[in-house]
């Protein structure tokens, strides 16, 4: 009873950085180019390999990510670092292709009400748009790779409930369009452990290793619960947010993604290696907290510190 109920944990995992899109989004400042690519060079120093670098939309809609482009560019002279942006429809994955990051992700929300406010397009018109963004990188010879990001997975601030079969009928869909590989995300905060142990259970049997990260928002404190629940279904990737910032427009009110840095420490506590060294994980976390002075930052670890008697030996 104990193996079922507590399956082994993967000896590592990856966190995905998306605070320089997620996160940078929903705040008011437009910070420097210099500095982001500060803050980019510090995450790798510290030992971050994936990272989200921002999103190819028109700058007049998200000034913020303006400066995707030249991101793109620098982050991919680092060694090691996979580099990937968001892409919201065909013109922004033309971009993308053209700047050579790693990876697109793709957003659909299973949400219909939330799909048409945030992309004016119905899921299953998001779902043809992957068809063609996938025609368009096989015709390109690009090595790109495309994820499908099924977002509102556990609910919706504006429909109310998503039901978890049409959640995974368009995780299918999302994967004959021609996505590489899928993800899901609780995109308003609504998951709780037992719901994410389900679904992703269910989406794992389905997708297997295609189902490749979970996203996770700590709106009413579950982020890393949620994270454990998704851990204990088979999935080793997750994103996170430097110091927790980004959240959703339609979700007002409610903190932002999971924090890197505690998470870092959580998997890092049970012996699971991230590649990540924390002190210089929240040497960073300082730093962007001057960065980005007067913004609202949440996150546990920086508050407390590493307790004494801890050691990482993974």
Known sequence: MSSRLFPPHPSTAVVREVGLRDGLQSLPVVLPTDIKRAWIDAAHAAGQREIEVGSFVPARL?????DTDELVAHAKRLDGLSVSVLVPNLKGAERALASGADLMLVPLSASHAHSVANLRKTPDEAVAMVAEIRAARDAAGSPMLIEGGVGTAFGCTLQGEVRPDEVLRLMQTLLDAGADRVSLADTVGYADPAAVRRLFGQARRIASERLCCAHFHDTRGLGLANVLAALDSGVTRFDASLAGIGGCPHAPGASGN?????LVYMLQSMGIDTGVDIGRLLALRETAANWLAGQPLHGALWRAGL????????
Do not use: C, K, N, Y
């Open 62 to 66: 998200l000034p913020q990510l303006a």
């Open 258 to 262: 999971v924090t890197t840095e505690d």
């Open 307 to 314: 307790p004494r008697i801890h050691a990482f030996q993974h």
